[in-house]
């Protein structure tokens, strides 16, 4: 299928492994120049290599709204603009409500919802004066059916989610297209941190008995980023194998 996104550029934040690196893969085959970061030199030049198609990388901390909006600013300057947004970054430390201590909410809501916030700041006007954007973050399917262990990432996220939704809506008019992607369990640094390095999808409980592929996420969201997906926005798209057993 022909994205009709050739000649796009893109930036992807975290991306020199897991979801991040799939999708910018996946937008560097459709045609979009793309820039990446992450924390180190050699992570960020190993996965421009990967990558290929005239991408290019910088290192940057997306863990912060200062961060986040560092990041997005040099790459529309490397760039010249930037077309579509993949805003990612890493997700917060594992906790319940009695093993995480309050002090430690600040960081994950800086990490996972304020660094977004930044990072679509230093984006959107230019889209709106282009009339065309596409902006992707990637949550986690736990806005939807909370993850015991994760308390962190269900709160931050919850809050990105209604931003997102806001944003959609105001910006919709101006050919901009806002939505978040909502991954399952994907065999990722992040899953074998998290479940370990055996994880097994069927013992897990995922319906569709098996991890979900990087590669497969990384084709869904180029999608939403595509020509075609001019008209979903203000979606959360949940791709997880059948994990989540609710109706809406
Ligand atoms: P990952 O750990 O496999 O990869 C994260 C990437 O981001 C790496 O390239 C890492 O170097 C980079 N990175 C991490 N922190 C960064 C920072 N502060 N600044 C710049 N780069 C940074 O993670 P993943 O599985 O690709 O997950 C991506 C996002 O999706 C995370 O927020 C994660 O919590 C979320 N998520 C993942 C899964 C899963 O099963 N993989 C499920 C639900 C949600």
Redo the contacts with the bound molecule.
């Keep these: 299928m022909d994205y009709g996104i050739a000649g796009k550029t893109a930036a992807v934040a975290?991306?020199?492994?897991?979801?991040?690196?799939a999708t910018a893969q996946s937008l560097a085959r459709a045609g979009v120049r793309v820039a990446i970061?992450?924390?180190s030199q050699e992570?960020v030049e190993a996965a421009v290599a990967l990558i290929g198609h005239g991408a290019i990388g910088f290192v940057?901390?997306?863990?912060t709204a200062i961060g986040g909006r560092a990041f997005v600013e040099q790459a529309i300057s490397e760039l010249g603009s930037v077309d579509i947004l993949i805003a990612?970054?890493?997700?917060p430390p594992a906790g319940t409500f009695s093993s995480t201590p309050e002090d430690e909410y600040i960081g994950a809501i800086e990490k996972n919802l304020l660094s977004v916030v930044a990072m679509c700041h230093a984006a959107v006007p230019a889209m709106r004066e282009r009339k065309w954007g596409r902006i992707a973050a990637?949550t986690?399917?736990a806005v939807r059916q909370p993850v015991p262990s994760l308390i962190l990432?269900n709160t931050a996220r919850a809050g990105v989610t209604g931003f997102l939704k806001t944003l959609a809506r105001e910006i919709a008019c101006d050919g901009v297209t806002v939505n978040s992607v909502q991954?399952?369990?994907?065999a990722?640094?992040?899953?074998t941190q998290l479940y370990g390095a055996n994880a097994d999808g069927a013992a897990m409980g995922i319906p569709a008995g098996v991890l979900g592929d990087p590669v497969d996420f990384g084709e869904v969201t180029a999608f939403l980023c595509s020509e075609h997906a001019k008209f979903i926005t203000g979606v959360q798209l949940h791709i997880d194998g059948g994990s989540y057993a609710g109706l809406l």
């Design positions: 975290a991306a020199s492994a897991g979801l991040g690196l970061c992450s924390r992570r940057c901390d997306v863990s990612n970054g890493g997700g990637i986690s399917v990432s991954p399952g369990i994907h990722t640094d992040r899953s």
